[in-house]
């Protein structure tokens, strides 16, 4: 029961929870950045080329055309697909980064800690200083 109570303080720290809730705001969007580059800057720059930006092959070998109207047996470098993905990452990068630099700035800068008060006399120097001021009357 011990490593299972650890386990559930270890899951419930703000830190594994943001990291979770970070992972799936992630993925989502990843899933916009991909539809935005394959919907919106792949057919941009397909027109430089007069092609779709995914569909950009090198052919290193010529394959065959079978009776159901299929490519068999060619062999390419898909680089096109490739390109896509580069671009889906450097998006996502590059957000990811200025998010990451948004929140460093709004965070509060770390006061330093107060100096610590000089220490005063103890309570047995005080006691000496009575006695002789008094000695002296």
Same mark, same amino acid.
């Given at each position: #029961? &011990?490593?299972?109570?650890?386990?559930k303080?270890?899951?419930?720290? =703000?830190?594994? %929870?943001?990291?979770?809730? @970070?992972?799936? #705001? &992630?993925?989502?969007?990843?899933?916009?950045v991909?539809?935005?580059? =394959?919907?919106? %800057?792949?057919?941009?720059? @397909?027109?430089?080329?007069?092609?779709?930006?995914?569909?950009l092959?090198?052919?290193?070998?010529?394959g065959v %055309?079978?009776?159901a109207g299929?490519?068999v047996?060619?062999?390419a470098?898909?680089?096109?697909?490739?390109?896509?993905?580069v671009?889906?990452?450097?998006?996502?990068?590059f957000?990811?980064?200025?998010?990451?630099?948004g929140?460093?700035?709004?965070?509060k800068?770390?006061e330093?800690?107060p100096?610590?008060?000089?220490a005063g006399?103890?309570?047995?120097?005080?006691?000496?200083q009575?006695?002789?001021l008094?000695a002296?009357?």
């Amino acid at each position: #029961m &011990g490593m299972l109570k650890e386990f559930k303080d270890f899951a419930m720290k =703000g830190n594994l %929870v943001d990291i979770a809730v @970070g992972f799936v #705001m &992630g993925a989502a969007f990843k899933q916009v950045v991909t539809s935005f580059t =394959g919907g919106i %800057v792949s057919p941009l720059i @397909g027109l430089i080329f007069n092609a779709d930006l995914k569909d950009l092959k090198y052919i290193a070998k010529e394959g065959v %055309v079978d009776e159901a109207g299929k490519v068999v047996g060619e062999v390419a470098i898909l680089y096109g697909d490739f390109l896509t993905n580069v671009i889906d990452f450097i998006i996502v990068a590059f957000v990811m980064f200025m998010i990451v630099k948004g929140l460093n700035n709004m965070k509060k800068k770390e006061e330093p800690a107060p100096a610590a008060a000089p220490a005063g006399p103890s309570q047995e120097e005080l006691l000496a200083q009575i006695r002789d001021l008094l000695a002296k009357k």
